[in-house]
């Protein structure tokens, strides 16, 4: 709901194990930039270690991840109750100006139950000056200058980020100058023209002894996580100079994301640095940006050859989802292979990209697409892998889920994400210890929520559910496609041996 709304929200548990439960939401939100507040439930300390129900030590239990506040047991007093309540009002000012995380932990002894009609004394409105966000200083702008005119060849790469028209417009601003390369994923969100959105396949058809006129000398990065592997390798220790919009303003250190090379984090917004680089002059002589477009353009085209031929599996699953999803609409992939793979297609401008990269756990996907149906007011579609939906198929058993909320489980019987990457599939026992093999479908689950369920294993099959699947419905709907997972991650690498054969 926050990441949507991006206002904040609360989540309230009780005691115990409860508690850890929102451990990896709290660590996605951090990593996010999202900020949340967790309520949580406590026993009194002296039942600590001596066997009461649902008891555990929950002061600063998420640590670095949320700034903890411990409210005593109630009963003390208004004075101690007026407190408390200001040191929450102040400390809540702070996590919406800073993008944090805020635990209180409400510390509640027996009697449980009892109410009172007496009412609980006016909390005075807090004004906090909020922290002076760092700025930079003439001589850090004059080099920042320097620097800028020094490379001809520039890069930005926009991670994932949520929808903004302002941003997206500057952005199209930069991707139309010749000394300029935007490369951009699905998570990015951005609609601007002139840009490259298909990156692992630009590197694959790249001729290796043409490689030089394609590394930038200066490389801005903005947003959050970058899914792509291929570019930070490619990257790696070539770049003059690296500037780092983080999505907090904070000194800390740039994300050192291409190696050994000058990291500068910069201390402005990304809108702001935007606004910086606009103002500086273009390079009309460079042809940059043209060469990045060209082997964008012919990336596409081999694609566009490859794939009619290719069989029904995961990359053909992925091609068709891309193509089907209505306008506007909110799409929230999974982590591994749904996020990857979506990277691969184009998408239609109107719709918006979501996925948990923040610390890129499968842990709440399906949860966190139900949050996003519940107050977006707009289909919303959770495209997950079989490990990923069973694993949160909790997020169903809630009175809240959105009637314009669809699931799209992609079940090749296992961790399939692990057959697409070198290494783990010369190992010995590799379905044991590393696939996760199993024979489970989504049908009984739909079938025990009363949820409309579909299920293909074709090509047909899958283009005749799609005419249909989005209509308005009274309930949300389940489609399980099934593929296989041997032959899905042949595929995948087959097709970017293609790709490098058109050289």
């Known amino acids: 709901m926050a990441q949507q709304l991006g206002e904040l929200v609360a989540v309230v548990c009780t005691s115990g194990t409860a508690v850890l439960n929102l451990f990896p939401a709290v660590g996605e939100a951090q990593f996010q930039g999202i900020p949340l507040i967790i309520i949580t439930a406590d026993r009194p300390f002296e039942a600590m270690d001596r066997g009461e129900n649902q008891t555990i030590f929950q002061e600063d239990v998420y640590g670095i991840y949320a700034q903890c506040i411990q409210v005593a047991e109630m009963g003390k007093g208004k004075a101690e109750f007026r407190e408390t309540a200001t040191a929450i009002s102040e400390a809540i000012e702070v996590i919406i100006s800073e993008q944090d995380i805020l635990h209180i932990n409400v510390v509640l002894d027996e009697p449980l139950y009892e109410t009172t009609d007496e009412l609980l004394p006016a909390i005075p409105k807090i004004i906090t000056e909020a922290e002076k966000e760092e700025e930079m200083d003439e001589e850090e702008i004059v080099m920042m200058k320097e620097d800028y005119y020094y490379c001809h060849k520039k890069m930005l790469i926009v991670g994932v980020r949520g929808y903004d028209s302002q941003f997206n417009k500057k952005v199209g601003v ?115 940006n043209q060469d990045w477009l060209i082997l964008s353009a012919k990336a596409k085209n081999a694609t566009g050859d490859y794939l009619p031929e290719v069989p029904f599996s995961d990359l053909k699953v992925f091609e068709t989802l891309a193509k089907s999803f209505p306008a506007k609409a909110n799409i929230q992939y999974g982590n591994s292979s749904p996020v990857r793979y979506s990277n691969l297609f184009e998408h239609k401008k109107t719709i918006t990209i979501n996925a948990n990269r923040g610390t890129s756990g499968i842990d709440g996907c399906v949860s966190t697409a139900a949050g996003a149906a519940y107050v977006n007011n707009r289909m919303t579609v959770s495209v997950v892998g079989d490990i990923s939906f069973f694993y ?3 997020a169903l058993w809630n009175n809240y ?75 949300p709907r389940i489609l399980e496609i099934k593929t296989d997972g041997e032959i899905s991650a042949k595929i995948y690498k087959e097709y970017f041996k293609f790709l490098k054969k058109q050289v």
């Open 174 to 288: 930069l991707s139309a100058r010749k000394d300029w390369v935007v490369i951009i994923e699905t998570t990015a969100n951005i609609k601007a023209d002139n840009t490259v959105w298909n990156i692992d396949q630009c590197l694959s058809i790249m001729d290796k002894n043409e490689e030089d006129e394609f590394v930038p000398e200066l490389v801005v990065t903005m947003g959050l996580q970058i899914v792509s592997k291929k570019i930070k390798q490619f990257l790696k220790g070539k770049p003059r100079v690296h500037w780092d919009s983080p999505s907090k303003i904070t000194s800390s250190p740039a994300r050192s994301m291409f190696g050994d090379m000058c990291n500068d984090d910069v201390l402005m917004t990304d809108v702001d640095l935007l606004d910086f680089l606009l103002s500086m002059e273009e390079i009309t002589t460079s042809s940059f």
């Open 392 to 394: 949160d198929s909790n």
């Open 401 to 475: 889920l959105s009637p314009d909320f669809r699931i799209i489980v992609i079940n090749n019987g296992g961790g399939n994400i692990f057959r697409m990457i070198d290494g783990p599939t010369g190992i010995a026992d590799f379905e044991k210890f590393f696939e996760t093999k199993h024979n489970l479908s989504a049908r009984h689950l739909a079938s025990m929520y009363d949820l409309p369920y579909y299920i293909c294993d074709s090509q047909k099959g899958l283009d005749e559910i799609l005419k249909t699947f989005y209509e308005p419905s009274a309930k």
